[in-house]
């Protein structure tokens, strides 16, 4: 539940209503329910594109590597939010 209102919350700040809305989401692999996603796209008629990783290693490697502008959502461990806000600040 937590994840949809994360989710719901970022819609709004998304793109004019006249363009078609769309959330890209980098998270660990068998975080979230496909059914969350596809209620998610079918009530805020929103395309979701989930990315997932393994383990916190590759998350980092591919932030590192120019990810960081591929998502507007992303959902790293505890333990690396430290560094990726070096890497790149928050917006």
Not at 65 to 70: E, F
Not at 82 to 87: G, R
């Amino acid at each position: 539940m937590r994840i949809f209102l994360m989710l719901l919350a970022l819609l709004g700040a998304g793109p004019a209503p006249a363009a078609e809305a769309k959330l890209n989401i980098f998270i660990w692999s068998e975080y979230l329910d496909p059914q969350v996603v596809k209620d998610f796209e079918r009530e805020f008629a929103c395309k979701v594109t989930v990315d997932v990783y393994e383990d916190a290693e590759s998350m980092l490697a591919k932030l590192q590597g120019g990810g960081t502008a591929l998502y507007d959502l992303m959902v790293p461990p505890d333990h690396l939010v430290p560094t990726m806000v070096k890497l790149h600040p928050t917006e």
